[in-house]
């Protein structure tokens, strides 16, 4: 379900509890049912850990067990890990066949979708040395689940289904969680506002050593680069700065920076506010609905 179709659904709700309650329970197979109207923490207790024995069918993807067992490994580390593609079999000593197909399987049934890297290849030409360290290097794709729900699933519950559940736990470690469904809505907001059809590329930005969240290639040539912070403090200059300076050790020619906050900015980065450095914070993100 679209974030828009999700408010829709719920209006209730104000833009932060839009947000955390999308993250998730975007996907949740009795969505259509569910009491929402609680605080957060009540709302996963009675949801779904009142319901676990309801929801385990829902997340069985094969009849072979043993397939199933590796199935559900991967996913796990999907949604704890760094979610690079070969990264997460490997963590749990899968082979590279094996992956393949569990992949397959995944996609096919549309519980994943892949994110290309962008990173450029370390040889420029066929022959070229490079470092030794550097010869085992993989450039790597990402995996992204296809709805909120089930990250959460294998983040929190499939993980622990052999012991207690506390939702004291699940809550110390959400706002974590969350950040990751704002960094995906923060690439919504500004290819909204950019307008998609002037973009030629978007999402995040990773290689051997830097990470950006949000990295915009429109047909102009402007490339825009941009943080995300789901935390309960505000924003300030030291995360610009950081982010220019990633921009520069990868080599991208960024003229445009954009910082997104659930908590706002300091005083000292909101007067930096101009057409080459954008701020936004959790009322903007009331124009995707």
């Not at 999700?6 to 998730?24: K, L, V």
């Not at 110390?172 to 690439?187: A, D, H, M, P």
């Not at 973009?199 to 930005?205: D, M, T």
């Not at 991208?252 to 920076?257: P, Q, R, T």
């Amino acid at each position: 379900m679209s974030f828009k179709k999700f408010h829709q659904q719920f209006s209730y709700f104000d833009i932060q509890e839009t947000i955390e309650f999308y993250s998730i329970f975007d996907g949740h197979p009795f969505l259509d049912f569910l009491k929402l109207d609680e605080d957060l923490e009540t709302c996963i207790q009675i949801n779904i850990l009142d319901r676990i024995d309801e929801l385990k069918p829902y997340f069985v993807y094969d009849e072979d067990t043993d397939f199933e067992k590796d199935l559900e490994s991967i996913l796990i580390r999907l949604a704890i890990g760094d979610r690079k593609s070969y990264t997460a079999y490997k963590k749990v000593n899968i082979s590279q066949i094996r992956g393949r197909a569990l992949y397959k399987a995944l996609f096919e049934k549309n519980i994943i979708k892949k994110e290309r890297s962008r990173e450029k290849p370390l040889r420029e030409f066929k022959g070229q040395l490079i470092k030794k360290s550097l010869r085992k290097y993989e450039i790597q794709d990402k995996i992204h689940f296809c709805d909120n729900f089930t990250r959460f699933w294998f983040t929190f519950i499939a993980p622990h289904l052999e012991e207690p559940l506390h939702v004291k736990s699940i809550i110390t470690n959400i706002e974590q969680y969350i950040s990751l469904s704002f960094e995906e809505l923060s690439n919504e907001l500004i290819i909204y506002k950019y307008k998609k059809q002037n973009i030629i590329n978007f999402g995040s930005y990773w290689d051997k050593s830097i990470e950006i969240d949000l990295l915009i290639e429109a047909k102009d040539g402007t490339m825009i680069a941009g943080e995300t912070k789901w935390k309960n403090h505000k924003i300030c200059k030291n995360i610009l700065k950081t982010l220019q300076k990633k921009c520069e050790r990868a080599q991208l020619s960024a003229s445009k920076f954009v910082l997104f906050s659930k908590s706002g900015f300091s005083k000292e980065l909101q007067s930096k506010q101009t057409d080459e450095i954008m701020l936004f914070e959790l009322k903007d993100f009331e124009e995707l609905y």
